[in-house]
């Protein structure tokens, strides 16, 4: 996770939203695309817009780029208010989803073409174009057709193709969907370093956390066209702010129940809560429970339960526990060296964990 | 047993498909032989031996000669005409939605299905009751309107399959509404445009029933072949029919061509 600073306080803006929402009308109903979102995203900064499929990341970066007018809200960019102003007259790029390639032109002129509608001169053209397809490393390719090159060249055909015009930002909606497994983790490390090359900010689109996690500088998780959590990767997977990020993001377990003087009493366990009284909803991530043949001493959280399933996924081993109450809670065990397992499949077994890994929401 | 039932229909199916063709070309290589036949009497119908002499003769009749370039002029300029509407008509009809769409839709095929005959006569009352003298004008009118539905539709399945973000994207990239037009919409509708413009061509030039009704006192070449039937038609309507159908081969052949380089 690439958390190292995360920039809570962005003194550069590179992008602004106000309060921006979008209504579409279709088949004579109003629907609520976004539904009032406000960020301000820093210059060179890497920010991704995360969440299901459905709750709005499309329409705001189509928003910001100008293919879409806010039907309420100011947009910034640098500082100016571009709410009103077309796409082509803004300085941001975009990536499609689909690249959105020109068929009829090469690769060249696909790359050169914003450059040509800006009336640069030839020789710049030529110059900026050679260099940046040497950095998305298709020097050579230069004479090919868009169709005759593989998925991931044609992912870089197209974000040669956006960053050639040095925009102030760059947007990404979703760039790596149509790329296989291992492409797509190639590409992510491609992308990153092509962002740390060209300094530009990066606005990225996706629906898979893990790649949000690994890639952004901070992420805004989206559900139902608003933010439900705007924060660096590490905060978003420790720290939670409800409980649909914490389901989206990562494998979590989720107790709920009433907590009387701090404890939250789960059957025969008990869940440390401190401070907290009445209703409420522990997260906590499988990775950090630890599990044993004996009750556990000490202040620690603890629950019995019975093994229902053990899985052997090479690194670590994976655990279902269920509780007396029938949930069930993941546990994730680190390998060992002699790559044992604590316990089989209906062997009794007490769940502990520190009291910081609890994420406690509620009252 | 499967076997030799399969070659046995392999056989018939190959039998066929060139009977097919046979059937096909057979009357335009009759077309083409008789526009070498050295013929004395006043009939081109029997063969009297071969001759390049009508190629020499090709415009030794003044009034046939006038009938085919009056027939050119006519099929480009309303190829032309016809391009430029239906290209505008197929973007409109295949990209937006507006009021009176439906309506516009249904028209164009109206426009297909209506017979020439109806098409005809009713535009020859259209112009006699607006009082408008019958020249090379409306005809080329005429052939707009009947060519029209056909270029529309072959440009608006071109749009209606067309990526929205390439637009997005030259717009993305700084391009104001006619550049993005011009260098990414139209070369992407291209082959669409340039199939509904050899469509129109076609229509026009061999067009008889419509350009009867309103041809006033103009000859195409489709009307005077036709006037003269009876006296007989001479060896150079053979000549010029072989011309242009080569010509239409040549296009085609160029477009295949330009198919296979571009996949
Ligand atoms: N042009 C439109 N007309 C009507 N509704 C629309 C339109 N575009 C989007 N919507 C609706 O707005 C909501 C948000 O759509 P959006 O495309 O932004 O989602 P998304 O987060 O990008 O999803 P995905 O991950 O599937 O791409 C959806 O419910 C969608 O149905
Ligand atoms: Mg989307």
């Not at chain 1, 102030?168 to 740390?196: N, S, V």
Request: hydrophobic share 45%; net charge neutral.
């Amino acid at each position: 996770m690439a958390d190292q600073s995360p920039i809570d306080t962005p003194t550069d803006r590179a992008i602004e939203l106000e309060d921006v929402l979008k209504e579409y009308v279709s088949h004579g109903e109003v629907v609520q695309a976004v539904k009032g979102v406000t960020l301000d995203i820093a210059e060179g900064e890497f920010f991704s817009l995360l969440g299901p499929s459905g709750c709005g990341k499309t329409t705001t970066m189509r928003m910001i780029a100008g293919f879409e007018e806010p039907s309420k809200g100011v947009i910034r960019l640098h500082g100016r208010d571009v709410t009103d102003v077309p796409p082509n007259k803004r300085d941001v790029n975009m990536v499609f989803q689909s690249y959105a390639l020109f068929p009829h032109m090469s690769v060249w002129d696909n790359v050169a073409f914003g450059l040509k509608q800006k009336k640069t001169s030839r020789e710049e053209i030529k110059r900026r174009v050679g260099e940046m397809l040497e950095i998305v490393d298709l020097t050579g390719r230069e004479k090919r057709r868009p169709r005759e090159m593989s998925g991931g060249q044609q992912q870089r055909v197209a974000l040669a193709r956006a960053l050639v015009n040095r925009p102030r930002a760059l947007l990404l909606d979703e760039p790596l969907g149509a790329l296989d497994l291992k492409l797509r983790q190639a590409m992510q490390l491609e992308l990153k370093r092509i962002q740390r090359e060209v300094g530009i900010t990066f606005v990225y689109v996706t629906h898979d956390q893990n790649e949000a996690l690994t890639m952004s500088d901070r992420i805004a998780v989206m559900k139902d066209g608003l933010i439900e959590q705007l924060a660096g990767p590490r905060e978003i997977y420790e720290r939670p702010a409800t409980t649909f990020v914490a389901g989206f993001i990562g494998t979590s377990n989720l107790l709920t129940g009433t907590a009387t003087g701090g404890v939250l009493k789960v059957g025969e366990g008990r869940v440390l809560v401190p401070g907290k009284e009445g209703e409420v909803s522990v997260t906590v991530r499988p990775e950090k429970i630890t599990l044993a043949k004996q009750e556990p001493s000490g202040d620690v959280s603890a629950l019995p339960g019975t093994v229902s399933e053990v899985v052997y996924l090479g690194t670590y081993n994976s655990y279902a526990v269920r509780l007396a109450d029938g949930d069930e809670i993941t546990v994730f065990e680190q390998n060992a060296h002699d790559a044992t397992v604590t316990a089989e499949r209906g062997d009794s077994v007490w769940l502990s964990w520190q009291a910081q890994h609890s994420y406690v929401m509620g009252s | 047993m499967r076997g030799v039932r399969g070659r046995f229909g392999d056989r018939l199916l190959h039998a066929y498909t060139w009977l097919i063709i046979l059937w096909l070309v057979a009357p335009i290589a009759v077309m083409i032989a008789f526009g070498f036949n050295d013929k004395q009497s006043k009939s081109n119908a029997t063969w009297q031996g071969f001759t390049l002499k009508w190629y020499g003769e090709l415009f030794a009749i003044p009034d046939l000669s006038d009938a085919l370039v009056n027939s050119l002029l006519i099929a480009v300029a309303s190829t032309i005409v016809t391009v430029v509407i239906g290209t505008m008509l197929g973007l409109a009809l295949g990209r937006h939605r507006f009021r009176g769409q439906g309506t516009t839709n249904f028209l164009v095929f109206a426009a297909i299905s209506t017979p020439e005959l109806v098409m005809g006569a009713s535009l020859l009352s259209l112009f006699v009751s607006a009082n408008v003298p019958r020249n090379q004008i409306t005809i080329t009118i005429a052939h707009v309107l009947f060519s029209l539905a056909f270029v529309t539709v072959t440009v608006r399945a071109r749009v209606v399959s067309l990526d929205p973000s390439l637009e997005e994207a030259a717009k993305d990239l700084g391009a104001g509404p006619w550049a993005t037009f011009r260098q990414v919409t139209l070369p992407s509708i291209m082959p669409g445009v340039l199939a509904g413009a050899m469509l129109a061509f076609a229509l026009s030039i061999d067009d008889y029933v419509v350009t009867s009704f309103v041809n006033g006192s103009e000859l195409t070449f489709p009307l005077w072949i036709i006037a003269s039937v009876k006296t007989g038609i001479p060896p150079q309507v053979n000549v010029m029919g072989t011309l242009i159908f080569g010509v239409g081969v040549l296009i085609a052949i160029v477009n295949a061509v330009a198919a296979r380089r571009r996949t």
